[in-house]
């Protein structure tokens, strides 16, 4: 009886350890290889470097915006930052992919203050020189979900 309780706490340990290995090989994986060979193969354009915008909102309100991607093979991410207009100062995170010359991300506030998040997607175009599309945004006053046409220029350097 006791070779039975002895060879049962044996394999539980066995396989307790065998699971730790394999979750953090996994993780490894994941977080070091996968981003690495991607960054290898990818033979795309690079839209890294800061982005400026002026947004004109449907209420009549205008920001001017800029941007700064950082790209990772297909993985995009930022902030943005409002440099005047009624959100002036205000920061906003964002991360999402770019693929076939197409941004597709999503973004949200920095800060307890604003709880503002939404999506934009965006298309390169003129040579690499503008990121054109739309980003969706929550209109507090209408309770609703609005658009805003976006037409990023790259801003020289990166």
Known sequence: MRSIKRELMINIIVSLASICVVILFQNAWNKWFVPSYKEFLYEDVDISGKWEANLKYRSGDENRIEYNFTQTGHNITGYAYSLDGSNKGQKWEFEGDFFNLIAAVTYSSEGDRHLDRGSASLQLTENGNKLVGHII???????????????????SGK
């Open 137 to 155: 945004y929550y209109e507090n006053k209408s309770n609703s979900l609005w658009s805003v046409v976006a037409e990023l220029t790259r801003s």
